[in-house]
T-cell receptor, first 112, second 112 residues
Framework: DAKTTQPPSMDCAEGRAANLPCNHS???????VYWYRQIHSQGPQYIIH???NNETNEMASLIITEDRKSSTLILPHATLRDTAVYYC?????????????FGAGTQVVVTP | NAGVTQTPKFRILKIGQSMTLQCTQD?????MYWYRQDPGMGLKLIYY???????DKGEVPNGYNVSRSTTEDFPLRLELAAPSQTSVYFC???????????FGSGTRLTVV
């Protein structure tokens, strides 16, 4: 699986959009970009995933560059409950059993 | 629909004791996983299973055993507990399609 690079931490004001970058310059054609988050002491939570096109769901939006070498997770209106570690993972879904590798992620702190 | 259920939530073991961490999912997922997370670190894969009767080692399998007799259950066995096994253990499952993993809430284990 391709490796990802994320900033170790970032702050965001409550009510503002949080834009979380992720670099994955070695991504291959059949690899998806997944985002998970882990709120303190809880199990990781799936947020969103995408292959080429931008994706949106009730939690977030995912913007993938045209060359697919980087992506941005957008939390449109951050709340205090969005404070968590966010993980960007690149993997091939059908091969992903056992290969979901979590790096250090980005610690996001949402402040009032 | 309970998702992935882990028991117990907390446990203190003495060195050399044994225990089984229970994991049950009610989503009829074929793929199940055990991860451990040491303080301040990412998740590491211990064992995984792609279906009933099939298990395989992950990144850090030493000191652990698993079995998968049913689709729903994937218990993790610690035979001779060591302080190095002090960690938070997460169980996860997926249908191995395009969608993400569902994680349990974790078992916090301390070996003294």
């Amino acid at each position: 699986d391709a490796k990802t690079t994320q900033p170790p931490s970032m702050d965001c004001a409550e009510g503002r959009a949080a834009n979380l970058p992720c670099n994955h310059s070695t991504i291959s054609g059949n690899e998806y970009v997944y985002w998970y988050r882990q709120i303190h002491s809880q199990g990781p939570q799936y947020i969103i995933h995408g292959l080429k096109n931008n994706e949106t769901n009730e939690m977030a939006s995912l913007i993938i560059t045209e060359d697919r070498k980087s992506s941005t997770l957008i939390l449109p209106h951050a709340t205090l409950r969005d404070t968590a570690v966010y993980y960007c993972i690149v993997t091939t879904p059908t091969d992903s059993w056992g290969k979901l590798q979590f790096g250090a992620g980005t610690q996001v702190v949402v402040t009032p | 629909n309970a998702g992935v259920t882990q028991t117990p939530k907390f446990r203190i073991l003495k060195i050399g004791q044994s225990m089984t961490l229970q994991c049950t999912q009610d989503m009829n997922h074929n793929y199940m996983y055990w991860y451990r997370q040491d303080p301040g670190m990412g998740l590491k894969l211990i064992y995984y299973s792609v279906g009933a009767g099939i298990t395989d080692k992950g990144e850090v399998p030493n000191g652990y055993n698993v079995s998968r007799s049913t689709t729903e259950d994937f218990p993790l066995r610690l035979e001779l507990a060591a302080p190095s096994q002090t960690s938070v253990y997460f169980c996860a499952s997926t249908d191995a399609g395009v969608y993400g993993y569902t994680f349990g809430s974790g078992t916090r284990l301390t070996v003294v």
